[in-house]
């Protein structure tokens, strides 16, 4: 570790912290209907949206409502790129000439991009055409993240509001997300990637001759477009194979620093917009902290683990710490910083492969994405995500105490912890399950890349990254059979509406009680004492749970390397 290393997380750290208010504040005048700079440009095109769609900006949805509206227009959107892919090879935009992916790529990938995964079994530059990577992944960026938005602002009314009937209405909150948040956020970060080096063209690929004279084939498109709301939507898929490690996606230090801010900036402050809603901005600035506590422990781990390196190496008289799969331009402080960060946010784009990392530094992205990533998460999914666990939070603290519990004046009975355990319960369910099948079966076991622990911790990755809906890979897996795109593809689905449904009851049966004043023994929740309660209950839970499956994978891989032996 180095100070310079230290010196450029802190940067980063710091960076995000003085978005959080402006974000928040931004989003709060835009969830609340309220007039901002950009009003004057956009609300004809809001309205006119509106228009279409056959709803009004003051129609508001009952819960069941709301969720039927979501998986509709996801269903929709599933089944479109579903097309898109197949017929691919009759589109126009196809100057590579690709031929229509196979059914059961298509619909992994269709199951990827709806739920915001974009975990990705092929390479982008070699089987997605110009449209595909357009009009099917870039606009499925923008939906699934408004998406998840718009489910985050729906419990935050279920939390602020007091007896009423509705939450929201889901096409105008998608509505307001795309048009007023993600859409112009995204056309100042792509021209700032083109400025950067980034390509955007719609020409052919390049032929170049090398230095010994033989022809390679240069890989171009539309690619700061799609690179801008995949980081700032959490999506992650990359446009080449190589994702954020690649060039032309991630050209120096600095578009790397935009993109692992932008992975957060969103999420982050969604936690200003709760407090705001909800009248107290502490309230938000406790789950902040909470979601940066566990972060920088996360990066103390994986940054001390890769600068120590493998000791096995160190003792062929090598010195210096793990720069196995890491870009040389970002070397090991920011390729473990990137590592945490997007495996903390659902994003999964990568600038260095995980797979290479050393056991225990391939073990906090796992962990990061067994807790639900929590830790700032997908854009909107987190914040829902972290909700959840508050909701148990205050049901523990309600037990030790004697009391009733409460949260913000509402209280958490039965129905609401109920609801939280059944969307906690489904993430492991999908992971642990899939990867137990996948690891007795020939099928799953034929695409393992590693023998011995990091073989099972390549299963165990590939599902809890589908599940928690984040597309990151360890690398080693061949995940293109018709087992794993399957699979992954139902983990994915899983991980997705089954923790949604469940916050969107939870939002539906708070906003219709009532707002009970605080009293002598209410357990306060803006303070450090629930900050230390809820990173334990979210820590105890993927502990208890994870485990044993981590023991198997990351933990005996890295007690084996200490006595001499790796895979």
Same mark, same amino acid.
């Given at each position: 570790?180095?100070?310079?290393?230290?010196?450029?997380?802190?940067?980063?750290?710091?960076?995000?912290?003085?978005?959080?208010?402006?974000?928040?504040?931004?989003?709060?005048?835009?969830?609340?209907?309220?007039?901002?700079?950009?009003?004057?440009?956009?609300?004809?095109?809001?309205?006119?949206?509106?228009?279409?769609?056959?709803?009004?900006?003051?129609?508001?949805?009952?819960?069941?409502?709301?969720?039927?509206?979501?998986?509709?227009?996801?269903?929709?959107?599933?089944?479109?790129?579903?097309?898109?892919?197949?017929?691919?090879?009759? #589109?126009?935009?196809?100057?590579?000439?690709?031929? +229509?992916?196979?059914?059961?790529?298509?619909?992994?990938?269709?199951?990827?991009?709806?739920?915001?995964?974009?975990?990705?079994?092929?390479?982008?530059?070699?089987?997605?055409?110009?449209?595909?990577?357009?009009?099917?992944?870039?606009?499925?960026?923008?939906?699934?993240?408004?998406?998840?938005?718009?489910?985050?602002?729906?419990?935050?009314? =279920?939390?602020?509001?007091?007896?009423?009937?509705?939450?929201?209405?889901?096409?105008?909150?998608?509505?307001?997300?795309?048009?007023?948040?993600?859409?112009?956020?995204?056309?100042?970060?792509?021209?700032?990637?083109?400025?950067?080096?980034?390509?955007?063209?719609?020409?052919?690929?390049?032929?170049?001759?090398?230095?010994?004279?033989?022809?390679?084939?240069?890989?171009?498109?539309?690619?700061?477009?799609?690179?801008?709301?995949?980081?700032?939507?959490?999506?992650?898929?990359?446009?080449?194979?190589?994702?954020?490690?690649?060039?032309?996606?991630?050209?120096?230090?600095?578009?790397?620093?935009?993109?692992?801010?932008?992975?957060? +900036? #969103?999420?982050?402050?969604?936690?200003?917009?709760?407090?705001?809603?909800?009248?107290?901005?502490?309230?938000?600035?406790?789950?902040?902290?909470?979601?940066?506590?566990?972060?920088?422990?996360?990066?103390?781990?994986?940054?001390?683990?890769?600068?120590?390196?493998?000791?096995?190496?160190?003792?062929?008289?090598?010195?210096?710490?793990?720069?196995?799969?890491?870009?040389?331009?970002?070397?090991?402080?920011?390729?473990?910083?990137?590592?945490?960060?997007?495996?903390?946010?659902?994003?999964?784009?990568?600038?260095?492969?995980?797979?290479?990392?050393?056991?225990?530094?391939?073990?906090?992205?796992?962990?990061?994405?067994?807790?639900?990533?929590?830790?700032?998460?997908?854009?909107?999914?987190?914040?829902?995500?972290?909700?959840?666990?508050?909701?148990?939070?205050?049901?523990?603290?309600?037990?030790?105490?004697?009391?009733?519990?409460?949260?913000?004046?509402?209280? !958490?009975?039965?129905?609401?912890?109920?609801?939280?355990?059944?969307?906690?319960?489904? #993430?492991?369910?999908?992971?642990?399950?899939?990867?137990?099948?996948?690891?007795?079966?020939?099928?799953?076991?034929?695409? !393992?890349?590693?023998?011995?622990?990091?073989?099972?911790?390549?299963?165990?990755?590939?599902?809890?990254?589908?599940?928690?809906?984040?597309?990151?890979?360890? =690398?080693?897996?061949?995940?293109?059979?018709?087992?794993?795109?399957?699979?992954?593809?139902?983990?994915?689905?899983?991980?997705?509406?089954?923790?949604?449904?469940?916050?969107?009851?939870?939002?539906?049966?708070?906003?219709?009680?009532?707002?009970?004043? +605080?009293?002598?023994?209410?357990?306060?929740?803006?303070?450090?004492?629930?900050?230390?309660?809820?990173?334990?209950?979210?820590?105890?839970?993927?502990?208890?749970?994870?485990?044993?499956?981590?023991?198997?994978?990351?933990?005996?891989?890295?007690?084996?390397?200490?006595?001499?032996?790796?895979?």
């Amino acid at each position: 570790m180095t100070l310079n290393g230290w010196i450029q997380i802190l940067v980063f750290c710091g960076i995000v912290i003085l978005l959080v208010k402006p974000l928040g504040a931004y989003m709060t005048r835009v969830f609340n209907g309220e007039r901002t700079l950009l009003s004057p440009l956009f609300v004809p095109l809001e309205r006119g949206l509106y228009r279409l769609a056959g709803t009004h900006e003051k129609e508001e949805q009952h819960w069941t409502s709301y969720a039927f509206s979501l998986l509709l227009f996801n269903l929709a959107g599933f089944f479109i790129l579903y097309l898109v892919q197949r017929f691919q090879g009759a #589109l126009p935009f196809n100057p590579a000439g690709m031929t +229509a992916v196979g059914p059961e790529l298509s619909f992994n990938t269709a199951a990827s991009f709806m739920t915001n995964t974009n975990w990705q079994n092929y390479g982008g530059e070699s089987t997605m055409s110009y449209l595909v990577q357009m009009a099917g992944l870039t606009v499925q960026n923008f939906a699934s993240a408004a998406t998840g938005i718009a489910i985050a602002v729906a419990l935050i009314r =279920g939390f602020s509001r007091a007896s009423g009937k509705s939450i929201g209405n889901f096409w105008v909150d998608m509505t307001r997300t795309t048009v007023y948040i993600l859409l112009p956020a995204c056309i100042i970060l792509t021209l700032v990637y083109v400025y950067l080096g980034v390509p955007q063209t719609l020409g052919a690929y390049v032929t170049a001759t090398t230095l010994e004279g033989a022809q390679q084939t240069i890989a171009l498109g539309p690619v700061a477009s799609q690179l801008a709301i995949k980081m700032l939507g959490t999506n992650g898929g990359g446009f080449f194979n190589a994702n954020s490690a690649h060039p032309f996606e991630n050209p120096d230090a600095i578009s790397n620093l935009i993109q692992m801010v932008t992975i957060f +900036a #969103l999420g982050a402050g969604l936690t200003n917009v709760f407090g705001r809603m909800v009248g107290n901005e502490r309230q938000g600035w406790a789950i902040f902290a909470t979601m940066g506590v566990l972060f920088v422990a996360g990066v103390v781990v994986t940054y001390w683990a890769e600068a120590a390196g493998n000791p096995l190496v160190h003792a062929m008289g090598i010195d210096g710490g793990n720069m196995e799969g890491k870009e040389v331009r970002f070397g090991i402080a920011l390729s473990s910083l990137f590592a945490v960060i997007t495996t903390a946010a659902s994003c999964g784009a990568v600038n260095a492969m995980h797979g290479s990392f050393t056991a225990l530094g391939g073990l906090i992205p796992l962990i990061n994405m067994e807790l639900g990533e929590v830790i700032v998460g997908g854009v909107g999914a987190g914040f829902y995500g972290i909700l959840l666990f508050v909701v148990l939070a205050v049901f523990v603290a309600g037990l030790m105490v004697g009391r009733t519990p409460e949260y913000l004046g509402k209280k !958490i009975e039965a129905k609401e912890v109920k609801m939280a355990v059944l969307a906690i319960l489904c #993430l492991p369910t999908a992971m642990l399950i899939f990867t137990a099948i996948a690891v007795i079966l020939p099928t799953g076991v034929a695409s !393992i890349g590693n023998p011995g622990p990091h073989g099972f911790s390549e299963i165990l990755y590939a599902y809890t990254s589908a599940a928690a809906n984040n597309g990151s890979a360890f =690398g080693g897996l061949t995940g293109n059979t018709p087992w794993y795109n399957i699979t992954i593809g139902i983990a994915m689905l899983m991980g997705r509406f089954l923790v949604i449904i469940p916050a969107l009851a939870i939002a539906g049966s708070l906003v219709t009680k009532k707002t009970v004043p +605080a009293s002598a023994g209410t357990f306060p929740t803006d303070g450090s004492l629930f900050v230390g309660l809820l990173c334990g209950v979210i820590l105890i839970v993927g502990g208890l749970t994870f485990f044993p499956a981590l023991a198997l994978g990351p933990i005996v891989e890295h007690l084996a390397m200490i006595s001499g032996q790796t895979f």
